[in-house]
Antibody, heavy 121, light 107 residues
Framework: QIALNESGPTLVKPTQTLTLTCTFS??????????VGWIRQPPGKALECLAL???????HYSPSLKSRLTITKVTSRNQVVLSLANADPVDTATYYC?????????????WGQGIPVTVSS | YELTQPPSVSVSPGQTARITCSAD??????VHWYQQKPGQAPVLVMY???RRPSGTPERFSGSSSGATVTLTIGGVQAEDEADYYC???????????FGGGTKLTVL
């Protein structure tokens, strides 16, 4: 059974770097075809995909946020880490990580429960 | 380039709900659908336009016609009330995008 869990700070000051960790079980990021994505959702707004990383270390970033994002995997620990530099209040959102497989840029299933993050001084 | 969904759809219990996802020049990519209930994470309910994951009730179906993909819920039940998001790829086919979401209200 696949499960994912997001962890990290729930309050970040503007200009700081937001670092979130996705710890998962039930699959391995060394398995061909497998990936993990990060998606966020500002309060009352739509979903926005931020970044994806795959078993072969291929990485994809949101074009609008690419300069601020870094995604890495720690395969031995079953973790994926997302960093968002220069945090701004508009980055306030619930951040989700999700499993993807069967190919790149496909659907996400399942998702973690999400972690709410507030950017405020 | 974006995926356009109606902000809201309302139906009575037992009726059929249709939620559309469209884009100018949809780049011939598959569309996937998620259901999100208040305070919960999204759940995949349809993938590759019309394929239903195990666990998704049979009353959910998907179809595609031209630049529009439709999620249909036949015999809507109160438990189907939720926000629904479509997902596909951007114009370059190199990144994931989501629609703006549709709030399904069961009257």
């Amino acid at each position: 059974q696949i499960a994912l869990n997001e962890s990290g700070p729930t309050l970040v000051k503007p200009t700081q770097t937001l670092t979130l960790t996705c710890t998962f079980s039930g699959f391995s990021l060394s398995t061909s075809g497998v990936g993990v994505g990060w998606i966020r959702q500002p309060p009352g707004k739509a979903l926005e995909c931020l970044a994806l990383i795959y078993w072969d270390d291929d990485k994809h970033y949101s074009p609008s946020l690419k300069s601020r994002l870094t995604i890495t995997k720690v395969t031995s620990r079953n973790q994926v880490v997302l960093s968002l530099a220069n945090a701004d209040p508009v980055d306030t959102a619930t951040y989700y990580c999700a499993h993807t497989s069967s190919g790149k840029l496909y659907w996400f299933d399942p998702w973690g429960q999400g972690i709410p993050v507030t950017v405020s001084s | 380039y974006e995926l356009t969904q109606p902000p809201s759809v309302s139906v009575s219990p037992g009726q059929t709900a249709r939620i559309t996802c469209s884009a100018d020049g949809l780049p011939n990519q598959y569309v996937h659908w998620y259901q999100q209930k208040p305070g919960q994470a999204p759940v995949l309910v349809m993938y590759q336009d019309s394929r239903r994951p195990s666990g998704t009730p049979e009353r959910f179906s998907g179809s595609s016609s031209g630049a529009t993909v439709t999620l249909t819920i036949g015999g809507v039940q109160a438990e189907d009330e939720a926000d629904y998001y479509c997902q596909s790829l951007d114009r370059t086919g190199s990144f994931v995008i989501f629609g703006g979401g549709t709030k399904l209200t069961v009257l």
